[in-house]
Nanobody
Framework: QVQLVESGGGLVQAGGSLRLSCAAS????????MGWFRQAPGKEREFVAA??????YYSDSVKSRFAISRDNALKMVFLQMTSLKPEDTAIYYC?????????????????????WGQGTQVTVSS
């Protein structure tokens, strides 16, 4: 069993930066690939980024602006967001999927994820 708790969301002006954190419980955190997803008002939840065993994946919309990282000792995963745009406004969710070796296609598949956090709101003003 893994519990995930996101933090770090807030209100930021366009062009600004935020760092989201996701704290995980459980003894096997290092054996999970981790992902970030987001859901904007009126839209479906979408893939943002994922990190597995040495590999990182990004959606085209955030590539070069966002960076995902993890600290297995702290059982945490981070999403550093820079050059934020109003269209980045959404609730951001952290998720965990068993297995470290996943492909981009697998990382993007929400149904594959076993555990989800409650989300943290990110609002980017223009």
């Amino acid at each position: 069993q893994v519990q995930l708790v996101e933090s770090g969301g807030g209100l930021v002006q366009a062009g600004g930066s935020l760092r989201l954190s996701c704290a995980a419980s459980g003894r096997t955190f290092s054996s999970y690939a981790m992902g970030w997803f987001r859901q904007a008002p009126g839209k479906e939840r979408e893939f943002v980024a994922a990190i597995s065993d040495g590999s990182t994946y990004y959606s085209d919309s955030v590539k070069s602006r966002f960076a995902i990282s993890r600290d297995n000792a702290l059982k945490m995963v981070f999403l550093q967001m820079t050059s934020l745009k109003p269209e980045d406004t959404a609730i951001y969710y952290c998720a965990a999927v068993r297995g470290l070796r996943i492909t981009l296609i697998q990382a993007m598949a929400q149904a594959r994820y076993d555990y989800w956090g409650q989300g943290t709101q990110v609002t980017v003003s223009s």
